[in-house]
């Protein structure tokens, strides 16, 4: 790769960036920016949704405005763009991802931001509170076309193992540009202050032209496409709403998901739609309102551009639900402690869980539903989540009102209470209990405690992936099934024209070869448990330092029978080491040399051992200590996804041998001809 690179360089041919072989990791938020189609998709989206913020705050503005000076009206026409928003999503939401599947995606969304740019010019120019709420429908069913349009583009312009880090981007661009919409907005207003009316019209000015230089960045992103419906009928519009709610209900994953996803969004308009409410409670009137607002947002904003990567020991299941669960715990918080400096720094971490949640249920769902049915999948999830916002933004204020502010006396103690607070409360019980069930349902790593893959998040390297040849690791227990995979594996890459080169551990290098007579030898009999790990660990570096490296820095495809995990499964599981000792000594050993890709043969322990008589010292051990190296392996896998395969060594060699070929052909560096 790096060499047909150079050659590249020196005939003057410029090098295509293919994200397949980008060595940065996964949830780099650069290394998808560097992928061409989806930065100009990007620009095109924070631009749009940068433009729906100033519209927002312009429109109640100018509702504000054409409603003059009666205090109700104005909150009657406030209250009416608010509400016109979310409808349309609630009455047409499947049908929106319905004609978002069908047709071309790109189109969709160059056209759609060409007419939402049209509509908001003409509501200055019309200047009627009439026009101006029904201009609100037509812009916002537009955008429910265009939402689903997005979102469904952006799996085929990313590789798989980036799209979290896809989903992350968009999430963090749809709520971060909220505060440079705001600022922007107050600018135009502060600026203007003297044009009178003019200073609103402006804003929505500007705000239309965002959406057409959105939609003239689209014009250039070829590689959108559409959905494949080729050898598919064309159901009924009322087929696919039905078929879309029977998905959605009949696939407990995405079903889960949806609740879940919805939950996390309900939490933080909870705060949002009580706040002002709550705030009045402390006594801290508008800018306290509007260090709540914020709170929540930025830590919405954190909760999305961080959680992942700061909690890389858990899987996305497991944040999803644990995200929940913290939003529930963090409105309990804010309902106990009425005390606004307290409540601001709850609010952060409210909204970082949410965000959390958010961000891993949305990746998620992109992984779960296939590409047919995705535009429809996400447009039910964009209607769910709108109209549990607004649900909750009506709902709960009303209820926090018909509690009212009460005094209750017990003896001679009294407690007294708010609305607000008490909602947020009822909020925060269900919001955990959406978070539990969540959890039950979807748990992916079932026995492994919480906080021992929280712990692992912490003091974890990203590790260092080769950006010259390609390495691969062979793991599974005794038997799986790794020589002989891994001898089909170089005759296939080598007919592919790789340079390979195949090589174990323990036992590859002169040292290793003593180093593996003594560690293997049953004559060696029990030796303390340190020892053997630190001389599996000598073994792996004196096979980084003088094979593997070597190997991968000439372009060649390195392929090791067991390695790094070996030892923390054998070493860190199987005996009574801690994991995290394990890996920081192998890491270190290994300069956190990582594979690009570890193929798990998973087999149960006795199937393997049934396949030859003779056992080495380590085969001899218990049946239990197999089962925990088992295990060991699958969690390892199942940590972080995008650099594992998992294959069920149970099936024919050659079908495995397909399913290791079929992962990799899209990974393997080109070969030059
Ligand atoms: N898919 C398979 N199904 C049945 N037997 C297999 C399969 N793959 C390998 N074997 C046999 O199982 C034994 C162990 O395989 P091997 O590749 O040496 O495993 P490992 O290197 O993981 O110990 C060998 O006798 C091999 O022929
Ligand atoms: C690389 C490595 C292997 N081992 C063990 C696993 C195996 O039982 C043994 C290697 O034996 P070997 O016969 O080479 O492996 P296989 O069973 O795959 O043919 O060493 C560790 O305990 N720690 C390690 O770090």
Redesign the pocket.
Known sequence: MALSGAADRLRGVPEVYDPLTDPAPAHDLRAVLRIRAFRRLWIAFGLSSLGDWIGLLALTAMAKAFAGDDYQMANFAIGGVLFLRVLPALVMGPVAGWIADRLDRRWTMILGDLIRAAFFVTIPLVGTLTWLLIATVLIEIVSLIWGPAKDASVPNLVPRHRLEAANQLSLITTYGSALPAAVIFTAITLVTRGLGEFSIDLAVYVNAATFLVSGLAIVSVAEIGRAVHEHEEHPTLWRTMVDGWSYVTGTPVVRGLVVGISGAFAAGAVVIGLGRTYVEDLDAGDPGYGVLFGAVFGGLALGMGFAPRLFSGLSRRRLFAAGLVGSGIGLAGLALIQQLEIATMIAIVLGFCAGASWVSGYTLLGLEVPDAVRGRTFAFVQSAVRTVLAVTLAVAPFIAGAIGRRTVTVGDRSLSYNGAALTMLIAAILAGVIGLVAWRQMDDRPGVPFWRDVRRSFGKTPGVYPTTGFFIA?E???????????ALLVKWLQERGHEVLLTREPGATDLGKTLRQIVLDPATGDISHRAEALIYAADKAEHVDSVIRPALKAGAVVIT?RYVDSALAYQGSGRDLEIADVERVNRWATDDLRPNLTIL?DLPPKR?LG??EERDRIEAQSADFHERVRAAFLELAAAEPQHYLVID?????EQ?AQQIQARLLPMLPKVEL
Request: charged letters at 25%; zero cysteines; glycine letters at 22%.
């Open positions: 062979l599974g227990g005794e038997g799986a099934g790794k020589s002989t995979q891994s029978d043969l393997g396949r030859f060594a149970t099936q024919e060699r495995i």
